[in-house]
């Protein structure tokens, strides 16, 4: 009952018998309202007249008496209701003259025509009753009216005996027809449905191999590939997840193991020398500190996933939190031979965001320049006005290095998270990151509306750019705080 088979072809079914309902009605009322109910009466009056004018020919009908007698004696043969009429209507003579009146109002044909034609027509009597009438002209100036009360019987009679047949035939028809279309259309529309319905389960099982059928109507279609579309995306997501899963049990085991030996060999004595013992306990340092920033790294992240309460939004004197990054690798640079350059042109409009977050993004950005770039290179940070969107201002910065640079291949991946180019030189590196960093910084600056992008040339440099607009669309803060175009 709950098919959709069953609700369209009832719905079919409700649907035609409506439309040969209403062709019905309209049928019969366009039946009642024509005068066919008077065509009916009107050709049996006709057969009468016309067999009364053979079997009793009107007499000179100018004397009232012989019209009174010819009438009433073609009432009693023909037994029709016979009128005699001048040629303006008038009547002469009645055979029912107990009926109520008639009245006509017409002209007969002339008696003179070449054919005498009848007039036929409707009346009304005295009590308002409708008759119609055959008239014949009868000789000079005189004419006979057969006359028949009109009646709608007839009209049901009619319709009764020549139209409710075939209308039923034509429900029957239409109920036939409803059913196989119903059939035919459900299986069209609910066929891939339930195709897509065992695609569902599958997925939900875990088993993505069984795509969703795209077929049926254009609803449907899309239906089915949303479907595919959202297992392939819970795919990915299930993928993604379990790979971060493993990168995040290597990323912790690595150092934790490292730990562990050398505290065994700590505690086992197996350094005997002060200077085994003090190396022993500066790598267990560093390697703590490693999981340190790794399980930092790994707060942020979820806290960034979480959404944009992890912000503390206010507004940020952009040059200040620039030259704070930079200047703290001041040293760094120096001892590796780099060049290390802060460029921020006058009248740089203040931002809203939040300080400390974008300070990780730059901070993060100028340390790997530095690490990727050998002695003698230079660090170039530079700061401009630019669009931060449509319709909005913003800034944009970008920390360009005369780097090793990144392999093209590399280059879409650098901000997935755990991605390195190369681990082993990562490794090697003092500070080894796990890959988290650019990661981090790109939620960063998307959570500021803004966008991060990476720029390399092999053997020749890497340029990361910040985009940020001065404040997200709607956000009023930062008018309300500090008039823009202020330079900190
Ligand atoms: P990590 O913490 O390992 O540095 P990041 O997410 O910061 O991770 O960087 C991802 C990868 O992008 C790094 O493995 C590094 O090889 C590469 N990379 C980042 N910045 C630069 C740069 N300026 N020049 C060359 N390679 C870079």
Redesign the pocket.
């Known amino acids: 009952m709950n098919s959709l088979t069953f609700r369209l072809f009832a719905a079919f079914v409700l649907l035609s018998l409506v439309v040969i309902l209403l062709v019905g009605v309209a049928l019969f009322l366009l039946i009642w309202q024509t005068p066919l109910g008077d065509r009916l009466a009107v050709s049996e009056l006709n057969d009468v007249a016309r067999l009364a004018a053979r079997q009793l020919p009107p007499p000179d009908l100018t004397a009232d008496r012989a019209a009174t007698a010819y009438v009433n004696q073609l009432a009693k043969v023909f037994e029709v209701r016979v009128l005699v009429v001048n040629d303006n209507g008038r009547v002469l003579a009645d055979s029912h003259p107990q009926a109520a009146r008639l009245n006509f109002n017409f002209r007969l044909a002339r008696a003179d025509a070449q054919v005498p034609t009848a007039r036929v027509g409707r009346a009304r009597d005295a009590q308002l009753n409708l008759w119609v009438y055959v008239a014949y002209p009868a000789g000079a100036n005189r004419g006979v009216v057969f006359v028949a009360p009109q009646t709608r019987v007839a009209v049901l009679q009619y319709f009764g005996e020549n139209l409710l047949r075939p209308l039923a035939a034509a429900g029957l028809v239409a109920a036939l027809l409803s059913a196989v279309l119903s059939i035919v259309i459900a299986r069209w529309v609910a066929g891939p449905l339930q195709h897509m319905a065992v695609s569902a389960q599958a997925i939900a099982q875990g088993n993505y191999a069984q795509p969703a059928p795209v077929s049926g109507p254009d609803e449907v279609q899309a239906l089915g590939q949303s479907l595919n579309i959202m297992a392939q995306d819970v795919q990915t997501a299930q993928q993604t997840q379990r790979d971060f899963l493993a990168n995040v049990s290597h990323e912790l085991k690595t150092p934790l193991t490292s730990i562990q030996g050398f505290a065994q060999a700590l505690v086992d004595g197996a350094a005997p020398t002060p200077e085994a013992q003090q190396r022993a306990a500066g790598i267990i340092f560093s390697e703590a500190d490693r999981l340190r920033r790794l399980v930092e790294g790994l707060l942020d992240l979820a806290r960034l996933d979480a959404g944009r309460t992890a912000l503390h939004r206010g507004p940020v004197d952009l040059p200040l939190v620039l030259r704070a990054s930079v200047e703290k690798f001041g040293l760094r640079a120096k001892e590796k031979g780099l060049a290390l350059q802060l460029s921020v042109p006058p009248g740089l409009p203040t931002l809203l965001g939040d300080a400390d977050r974008l300070a990780q993004v730059f901070t ?2 100028v ?3 530095l ?3 050998p002695a003698g290179g230079r660090v170039m940070v530079s700061a401009a006005n630019s669009a931060g969107g449509p319709g909005l201002n913003g800034v944009s910065i970008a ?1 360009a ?1 005369t ?4 392999p093209p291949e ?1 280059l879409q991946r ?2 997935e998270r755990f ?4 681990k082993s ?2 490794r090697a590196a003092t500070r ?8 981090i ?1 790109k939620e960063i600056v998307e959570a500021h509306g803004g966008t991060l992008r ?1 720029e ?1 040339v092999l053997g020749v440099g ?1 340029k ?1 750019t910040v985009s940020l607009p001065l404040a997200l669309p709607g956000d009023e803060t930062l008018a309300k705080k500090r008039p823009a175009g202020k330079s900190g």
């Not at 080894?432 to 990661?439: E, I, S």
Request: hydrophobic residues 40%; without cysteine; aromatic residues 8%.
């Open positions: 993060n950005l340390d790997n320049a690490k990727h770039t920390v290095d780097g090793e640079g990144i590399d650098i901000f991605y390195q180019v190369d030189r990562n080894a990151g796990a890959g988290l960093g650019l990661a910084s990476a390399s890497s990361f």
